[in-house]
């Protein structure tokens, strides 16, 4: 089976918890054992999957969309 262009790979659904976590960049990749680099990279993929322009944007969709749940994003 194929697939869909709009399908998160678990990595960038790992990235993306930790982005809606309010983790920076670096910080995520430390978590993640891998470089600031790949952390955009993911990033990057995730915002054309989502239609998105931005991180938080990113977190929304991902929550909104169930790929996340609510309670891995942090809130004031």
Same mark, same amino acid.
């Given at each position: 089976? &194929? =697939?869909?262009?709009?399908?998160?790979?678990?990595?960038?659904?790992?990235?993306?918890?930790? +982005?809606?976590?309010? &983790?920076?960049?670096?910080?995520?990749?430390?978590?993640?054992?891998? +470089?600031?680099?790949?952390? =955009?990279?993911?990033?990057?993929? +995730?915002? &054309?999957?989502?239609?998105?322009?931005?991180? +938080?944007?990113?977190?929304? =969709?991902?929550?909104?969309?169930?790929?996340?749940?609510?309670?891995?994003?942090?809130?004031?």
């Amino acid at each position: 089976m &194929k =697939k869909k262009k709009s399908d998160l790979t678990n990595r960038e659904i790992d990235v993306l918890r930790e +982005t809606a976590r309010g &983790k920076s960049n670096e910080a995520i990749g430390e978590t993640l054992c891998i +470089t600031k680099s790949t952390v =955009k990279a993911h990033l990057t993929h +995730t915002y &054309k999957k989502l239609g998105v322009k931005n991180r +938080t944007e990113a977190a929304m =969709k991902a929550r909104d969309k169930g790929i996340i749940p609510h309670q891995d994003s942090e809130q004031p």
